[in-house]
């Protein structure tokens, strides 16, 4: 009973019609072209896809769905249409939404018939919405309890202070962690999709009474606000390099009798004054511990950093935990190196190759094909992205299919498509200028 009153407030909610169509999914025949948190609500069904919006390249006419468990892309045409969005390109201002694609195949690839975004924030009302300002008068009221509804993974990497895990997809594991009290108030945030209205919907079938949610989400929150990590995050990315700042703030005397392995120390005095000491990046994740590490994070907040955290226990509690530790000098100055997308061939190595390509790799140019006779480069065969699917035949077997485009967005949804059928591919994600057979490459 529960689940059909959710799968009608979604159908409800998104006026969705979805024609059941005998094409069946060629790209990945094993491979359910549905979200988990989609599949809670919804059936899956021959020529219909659900999940979020990776993105959309308008000058080849592609979309690039996330599934969580896999990637697709599927082409459009004039002829395609949309619902609850105003264009095609108003399509771009909701990356990671929910959306439905119809599609039918031809050609041996999909093409979309209609793509409907979903709107399931229809179901929920106008008192239900809470922008920030509201959402963080009402989280001081210690009865309100705060949920992130976002994968674990994502709540350890960051969340909202004193918010619990609620993971959507997994709800009815997590629905033990609801107060026994069904008048308390709940607040639901995620990035500010569907995952929030589907908790919100769910928590109310139970009989719960005093419902809302954040609709900004996390993005919105740390835009403005420093968040907090999770210590078994911290310790993962500790033994896994995972590219992190940590900034340990305490004394140096105290950092040098210990500190957590890996940190940076320095004093809240010097982080004020230097504004060249932290990454270029905005978004390169910054982590405090300390005495005024509340404080410091609200500086580099304000410093337009969007990743800022903050751990929620003191180095005693670290070590006695029995987490990574170092003793001595720690390191004074920052260095912070982003590990690559996977996938992604380094700009230099793809200089190196456009001046001599090896006989094992062969260069793709997957632009449309007035793109390429603009600005070829010696060398490369141009197949447009669109096109791929059913075109890799002509593509040497033997050798390593190195893909670009102009700003890495065609390249790397070709980059799917290829290695969904085996082949062995790296692309270019940067923004690449080509005058006259020279190129000009910037990291994006």
Not at 38 to 60: D, Q, R, T, Y
Not at 118 to 142: C, H, S
Not at 413 to 427: F, L, P
Request: with cysteine.
């Amino acid at each position: 009973m529960r689940k059909s009153l959710i799968v009608s407030a979604c159908l409800a909610a998104t006026m969705v019609c979805t024609p059941s169509l005998s094409a069946q999914a060629s790209a990945a025949p094993d491979k359910v072209p549905m979200a988990k948190l989609c599949g809670m609500c919804h059936e899956a069904k021959p020529g219909v896809m659900m999940g979020f919006l990776e993105n959309i390249a308008l000058k080849s006419k592609t979309i690039q769905m996330d599934f969580m468990s896999h990637k697709e892309v599927v082409r459009f045409s004039d002829q395609t249409k949309v619902k609850y969005v105003a264009d095609f390109a108003d399509i771009r201002n909701y990356k990671q939404k929910g959306f439905q694609i119809n599609y039918v195949e031809k050609d041996g690839e999909r093409l979309a018939t209609e793509i409907i975004r979903f709107d399931i924030m229809r179901a929920i009302t106008d008192d239900e919405k809470l922008d920030r300002a509201a959402f963080k008068a009402m989280r001081n009221d210690p009865q309100v309890r705060v949920y992130d509804v976002r994968p674990p993974m994502k709540y350890k990497m960051g969340h909202i202070p004193g918010a619990d895990m609620m993971p959507a997809p997994a709800f009815d594991k997590f629905i033990g962690k609801l107060p026994s009290d069904k008048s308390t108030p709940i607040i639901f945030y995620g990035v500010g999709g569907c995952l929030s209205p589907t908790a919100s919907m769910k928590t109310k079938s139970l009989g719960y009474t005093n419902v809302r949610i954040y609709t900004g989400g996390f993005p919105d929150w740390s835009r403005h606000e420093f968040g907090s990590v999770a210590p078994d995050w911290l310790k993962m990315a500790i033994a896994q390099d995972i590219p992190h700042v940590l900034i340990d703030l305490r004394p140096a005397a105290q950092v040098e009798k210990g500190h957590i392995k890996g940190a940076v120390a320095m004093d809240y005095d010097r982080l004020a004054a230097g504004r060249d000491i932290l990454p270029s990046r905005k978004n390169a994740p910054i982590i405090f511990y300390g005495n005024g590490s509340e404080d410091a994070a609200r500086l580099v907040v304000s410093r337009g950093y969007r990743a800022v955290r903050v751990l929620p226990m003191d180095f005693g509690a670290w070590q006695e935990a029995g987490s990574p530790v170092a003793k001595g000098t720690a390191a004074s100055t920052i260095s912070y190196v982003p590990k690559p997308k996977a996938g992604t061939i380094a700009v230099a190595e793809f200089e190196k190759v456009v001046r001599q390509t090896p006989s094992s790799m062969l260069l793709v140019d997957v632009r449309n094909p007035d793109e390429f006779a603009a600005a070829p480069l010696d060398g490369a065969v141009n197949i447009p992205v669109d096109q791929l699917g059913r075109r890799q035949a002509e593509l040497d077997p033997d050798k390593e299919l190195i893909l670009y485009c102009n700003t890495g967005l065609r390249a790397e949804m070709a980059h799917n498509v290829v290695t969904g059928k085996g082949r062995t591919a790296r692309y270019l994600d940067a923004t690449l200028t080509i005058d006259g057979g020279e190129v000009e490459v910037v990291e994006n």
